[in-house]
């Protein structure tokens, strides 16, 4: 069967010859592929350590004169909310088919993919497209390719050369050369030593963890972190639950010890206006990471002073608009908590 549009949805970190063996195969089946590049707009982590737009030049780079086959759009992520993210993908696709001279209601579109497991759930999520299953490519995962990418010998090297486009390879070697590279390097070695730490436990762990949301005025309160993982990132005030302390109890020991905010504890207690878990798997790169967040409100008011203390740099009330905006900024999943409890979706 032949497609007027194909779409290809991936995060792409990095591009990979399983990938392009699906571009091949969606190419010789329609006229143009729609390629949607995943978590764009994320904080630089070892999970993402390539903005959109570099992973568009990636995909470009390899394609060659394919390219112009292509259309590319960047896709952010809305990890507690699977319905924004679908109204997203309908969105792009459509203004892509209307990009290319056509309507959306007179075109045939396919939506290309390999169903491997739960991750591959989108492959279902959209009925109005025929799906195209594609068999399994024999390459290394991204995931793994990351992992030898930060690896410090050459036999790493020499595996993420053989599995991904010459082009991409390029691309990453210049990478490594980077500030940036070298930040997120450190990290992964830090992510590695953590984990190490929990090796000899008789089950993979999974932590507990608190945030604090607290907006004020107009405002919400956010610190700076000075260390590994996400060091220079923005961040909810929070922490790990000690084992004699509440949820809340821990929520309010953290946001006064990251912030010094001189709220007294009754105050925040008769502030408390929401909790939420929020348990996506691969929230966190330390592991399995599972926190509850509690969101204070004031509605009016001077700002309560604050600096950063103990493990933040530094500590900030930060207009909500001027938050909305920090999706690229702030530390793992943070930006979608924000998105819950303050309705920025």
Not at 328 to 340: K, P, Q, R, S, V
Request: hydrophobic residues 45%; charged residues 25%.
């Amino acid at each position: 069967m032949h497609y007027d549009f194909i779409a290809f949805i991936g995060r792409f970190e990095p591009f990979h010859n399983g990938h392009m063996a699906v571009v091949r195969r969606a190419l010789e089946t329609c006229d143009r592929l729609i390629v949607l590049v995943g978590s764009a707009q994320s904080a630089r982590s070892t999970r993402n350590p390539f903005s959109a737009a570099e992973r568009e030049v990636m995909i470009r780079a390899a394609l060659g004169a394919d390219s112009d086959r292509v259309i590319i759009h960047h896709l952010v992520d809305h990890l507690y909310n699977e319905g924004a993210w679908q109204a997203d993908v309908q969105e792009h696709v459509a203004a892509a088919i209307v990009q290319s001279g056509k309507s959306p209601a007179d075109v045939r579109i396919g939506l290309i993919g390999h169903d491997k497991d739960e991750s591959s759930w989108y492959l279902h999520a959209f009925p109005q497209w025929d799906r195209i299953d594609v068999p399994f490519a024999t390459t290394l995962s991204a995931t793994e390719l990351r992992r030898h990418l930060f690896a410090a010998d050459e036999g790493a090297l020499r595996l993420v050369q053989a599995n991904v486009p010459q082009a991409v390879y390029e691309t990453l070697l210049a990478f490594r050369k980077s500030k940036t590279f070298n930040l997120l390097a450190d990290e992964q070695r830090h992510i590695d030593s953590y984990k190490a730490a929990w090796d000899a436990a008789p089950y993979p762990p999974t932590f507990v963890t608190v945030d604090a949301v607290i907006v004020h005025s107009g405002h919400v309160l956010l610190v700076k972190r000075g260390a590994h993982p996400g060091k220079g990132l923005w961040a909810l005030p929070g922490g790990f639950l000690n084992p004699e302390e509440s949820l809340l109890q821990a929520a309010i020991r953290e946001l006064k010890e990251e912030t010094r905010i001189k709220l007294p504890i009754p105050v925040l207690k008769g502030s408390l206006k929401g909790r939420q878990v929020f348990d996506d798997p691969d929230r966190s790169q330390r592991g399995r990471t599972i926190t509850h967040a509690f969101y204070f409100e004031f509605a009016s008011g001077d700002l309560p002073a604050v600096r950063g203390s103990d493990d933040a740099a530094r500590a900030r009330w930060v207009p909500l608009a001027e938050a909305r905006r920090l999706r690229e900024h702030l530390f793992e999943d943070h930006f979608f908590i924000l998105e819950h409890f303050l309705g920025t979706a």
